[in-house]
C-alpha cells in the first residue's frame, strides 16, 4: 500500500487534495481525518503539517508526500523532489533598506532574518558568503530590520508591494523559485504504486495545460493549419462527406488558446471548437 502525505493546511493543502481527487484518489470530507485509507487505489492519505511532510517521507515514514520545493530544501531531510506540480508557485528574494544593497556578496557579516534558515544558509554556503548571524523568524519577517533584530531579510516576494511599504527592496538574484512538488526519499528504491500516481498526476497536470481543438478546413489550407497545431506527436485528421474539406483534432496549449483560433480562422478553418481535457495519458 502506497502511503501518501498531503498538506493538513495552508496554500498548498487545497490544490493538492484537488489534484489527487482528479487524479482518482479518495479524498476527506471532513478536515478532521488526519488519516484516510483508499483501498480501491492501494492507497493511504495522511494529513500532515505542511513543514513536517518532507521529514516524514526522509524517514520513511511515509513513502511519498506533497509539499514546496522551499519547505523541502528548508527541512533538511533526506527526500528528494519527484515531481514538480505547477501550483503555489514563489520566488524568494532578499530584502534591505531601500538603496543599501545590491548584491548577495554583500550580506556577508551581516543578520539575515528568514522563515527558511536552512533554506537560506545552503544558499549564502554554496556562494561563499558567510552572515554573521541568520535569524529564524515564523512571520512577519519585513518588519525584522525596522525592529533591529536584522540587517537583511529573506523572504517570499510577489509584487513587493509588503516590502515597500516597510521601506525596503529586493537586491540580487532569486535565492529560489518554489512551486509544489511530490516528495521521495532519496536512498531508497521506489515504492510500488509510485509509478501510477506519477502518471495520474502528469495526465492531470497535463489536463489543465492544454484543450483539445476541433476544426473544419479545406483540403488546401490542410498544410498550414496542422503546421499551426501540430499536436503532440501530430495531429488527426479526417475526411468530411464534403471532400474539398477536412475535420482535424489536436491538442494546443490552453494559453494560446484564442491565439490558435484566430490564427487558424485566417487559414480558411471553420467550425472551431474548443473543449477541456478532464484528465490524459500521454
Not at 488558446?257 to 480562422?265: A, C, H, I, K, P
Request: with cysteine; charged share 25%.
Amino acid at each position: 500500500m502506497l502511503r501518501i502525505a498531503v498538506p493538513n493546511k495552508g496554500s498548498l493543502s487545497e490544490p493538492a487534495v484537488d489534484l489527487l481527487r482528479e487524479a482518482g484518489y479518495r479524498q476527506r470530507r471532513d478536515p478532521r481525518e488526519l488519516v484516510l485509507p483508499d483501498p480501491d487505489n492501494d492507497a493511504e492519505f495522511f494529513f500532515l503539517r505542511p513543514r513536517d511532510v518532507a521529514v516524514y517521507v526522509g524517514q520513511g515514514t511515509v513513502d511519498v508526500g506533497i509539499t514546496g520545493r522551499d519547505l523541502l530544501i528548508d527541512s533538511g531531510s533526506s527526500a528528494t523532489e519527484h515531481l514538480p506540480l505547477g501550483f503555489a508557485r514563489s520566488t524568494f528574494r532578499f530584502a534591505s533598506a531601500a538603496g543599501r544593497l545590491h548584491d548577495v556578496l554583500e550580506v556577508a557579516g551581516l543578520r539575515v532574518a528568514t522563515s527558511y534558515p536552512v533554506l537560506v544558509e545552503r544558499y549564502l554556503v554554496e556562494r561563499g558568503v558567510a552572515a554573521s548571524a541568520i535569524v529564524r523568524l515564523d512571520g512577519a519577517v519585513e518588519s525584522a530590520i525596522r525592529l533591529g533584530v536584522a540587517d537583511v531579510i529573506a523572504d517570499v516576494v510577489e509584487t513587493g508591494s509588503t516590502l515597500r511599504a516597510a521601506g525596503l527592496e529586493v537586491f540580487g538574484d532569486p535565492i529560489l523559485r518554489s512551486e509544489a512538488v511530490l516528495v521521495r526519499r532519496a536512498d531508497a528504491d521506489a515504492p510500488a504504486g509510485l509509478d501510477v500516481l506519477t502518471r495520474r498526476i502528469q495526465g492531470v497536470i497535463t489536463a489543465h495545460e492544454y484543450v483539445l481543438m476541433d476544426y473544419d478546413v479545406p483540403i488546401s489550407a490542410v498544410d498550414r493549419a496542422v503546421r499551426i497545431t501540430p499536436g503532440l506527436e501530430s495531429p488527426t485528421v479526417s475526411p468530411l462527406h464534403d471532400k474539398q474539406w477536412c475535420a482535424v483534432r489536436a491538442m494546443v496549449p490552453r494559453a494560446q488558446t484564442n491565439r490558435v483560433m484566430d490564427e487558424l480562422y485566417e487559414a480558411g478553418a471553420r467550425a472551431i471548437i474548443v473543449t477541456s481535457i478532464h484528465a490524459c495519458r500521454l
